[in-house]
């Protein structure tokens, strides 16, 4: 085995545990004092305690910090791609004001960690490359790294709004019988906010910041285009127009939302129908490249072992 390897992970290892215990230390010595302090029945500087910040949150400040002025180094020009950035993390969820500087930042960042941790690795495990092979390592790694984030956020946003395709024909049973109990639209969606926040957290996020918008001030017909901006889906800017079309010409809220519900139901349930039926062909290669073989083998290899056994003797004696 390679003992400079070896040596080099065991370091690298040990490094990481004593980082870790030495957090871990500090952490449990700041407890300790708050503990000691309320137990003394200093309840001002246990209190001034309990709002200063632990070793764990001065690194979170400390990495916010970093992947800010990343950010701004590594932020588009362009106030088009900024806007495009900014949409696609508030579809995913994330709406704070520095949310772009941090993912901006994080890309930079992933890339930097990513060279150094090529350049950790030794030469010989890499086959001692050329100049030219090194660079196109080095190269690789950066651009895994810049576009982790874009990966990851893709995910995030198809995930949410999965969650919200599946929440919405709930909700707007719940929007139904709010509206016909009594309730007018402003306050059904934000009882209906409150009642799916447990179940649907997306969902209710989201009617809850609808509610707030239109607590606010802002329009109906506003707050709704935005809800629908922020969310991204088709469902949800049907429900939109439905809602303002209603709003415009004093339709039936409750019987609108009644027929769009079943709608979407119906659609989710086509769609799941799509999906089994896709089933059978994805399970083709599968079961041809690993189930067949392994049944082939389970049923006839003891027979053509017992053949081999019974057959060649005899032939071998003729």
Same mark, same amino acid.
């Given at each position: 085995?390679?003992?400079?390897? *070896? ?11 004593? $980082? ?12 300790l ?6 137990a003394?029945?200093?309840r001002?500087?246990?209190e ?51 949310a ?32 030219t ?9 950066a651009?895994c790294?810049?576009?982790?984030? $874009? ?12 969650a919200?395709?599946r ?32 179940? +649907?957290?997306?969902?209710g ?5 609808l ?17 629908? +901006? ?8 049907n ?31 086509l ?9 059978p ?7 041809? =490249? =690993?189930? =067949?073989?392994?049944? =082939? ?7 053509? *072992? ?13």
């Open positions: 085995m390679d003992v400079p390897l *070896i040596g080099a992970v065991v370091t690298f290892l040990a490094v990481l545990l004593a $980082s870790s215990a030495g957090i871990l230390y500090l952490n449990s010595r700041e407890a004092k708050v503990w000691r302090r309320r003394d029945g200093d001002a500087v246990a001034a305690d309990e709002v200063s910040p632990g070793v764990v949150e001065q690194v979170k400040v400390q990495v916010y910090a970093l992947l800010e002025w990343l950010g701004k180094l590594n932020q588009p020009s362009n106030s088009e791609e900024v806007r495009a950035t900014r949409g696609k993390l508030v579809c995913a969820g994330y709406r704070s004001g520095k772009s500087l941090f993912y901006v930042g994080a890309k930079l960042l992933l890339a930097v960690i990513a060279v150094c941790l090529i350049a950790l690795i030794p030469a010989k495990v890499l086959g001692f490359p050329s100049t092979q090194l660079i196109f390592y080095y190269v690789l790694a651009a790294g810049y576009y982790a984030p $874009s990966l990851w956020l893709r995910r995030a946003i198809a995930s949410r709004q999965d919200l395709q929440a919405i024909p709930d909700a707007l049973d719940l929007m139904v019988v709010c509206v016909e109990a009594g309730l007018g639209l402003d306050q059904a969606i934000g009882r209906v906010g409150e009642e799916v926040k447990r179940a +649907h957290p997306a969902l996020d989201e009617l809850n910041l509610a707030l918008e239109l607590r606010t001030g802002v329009t109906r017909q506003e707050a709704l285009r935005n809800l629908a +901006h922020r969310t991204d889906l088709e469902e949800v800017r429900l939109v127009a439905i809602l303002v079309q209603t709003d415009r010409f004093g339709t039936s809220i409750g019987q609108a939302l009644r027929v769009h519900a079943d709608s979407m139901r119906t659609t989710r349930r769609k799941a129908e799509e999906l089994a039926a896709k089933l062909v994805k399970l083709l290669l599968p079961l041809i =490249f =690993f189930i =067949f073989p392994s049944m =082939f083998i389970v049923t006839i290899g003891p027979a053509c *072992i017992r053949m081999v056994r019974v057959l060649f003797p005899a032939l071998l004696g003729q």
